[in-house]
Nanobody, 122 residues
Framework: QAQVVESGGDLVQAGGSLRLSCTASGLGFDDYSMGWFRHAPGKEREGVSCISGEGLATYYSNFVKGLFTIFRDRAQNTLYLQMNNLAPEDTAMYYC???????????????WGQGTQVTVSS
């Protein structure tokens, strides 16, 4: 059974850093574009950053450009999101997702994880 499992969420102070991980199993990791999405209370789920199957193409939303870095370890079937200089507005549940196409639209994702909570205190 294909699944993706996130980890790494935590409570941090503003200005701090976190690295989220997402381990995939039961699917051809290289065949899927992977991405990070977040859902804050009262807001819609939004794409944060996505990376193509071979890792050559990336997408970053405007609000994380220069602050977050997405990368994938194909040997470990793991996706990462390095988040630096976190701000309270980054507080959300962060989800990992997989898609057959390179897209950072939530509706284009085929497989979702359960999420990991990131809370940034001011």
């Amino acid at each position: 059974q294909a699944q993706v499992v996130e980890s790494g969420g935590d409570l941090v102070q503003a200005g701090g850093s976190l690295r989220l991980s997402c381990t995939a199993s039961g699917l051809g990791f290289d065949d899927y574009s992977m991405g990070w999405f977040r859902h804050a209370p009262g807001k819609e789920r939004e794409g944060v950053s996505c990376i193509s199957g071979e890792g050559l193409a990336t997408y970053y939303s405007n609000f994380v450009k220069g602050l977050f870095t997405i990368f994938r370890d194909r040997a470990q079937n793991t996706l990462y999101l390095q988040m630096n200089n976190l701000a309270p507005e980054d507080t959300a549940m962060y989800y990992c997702a997989a898609s057959r196409t390179f897209s950072c639209l939530p509706g284009a994702q085929a497989l979702w994880g359960q999420g990991t909570q990131v809370t940034v205190s001011s």
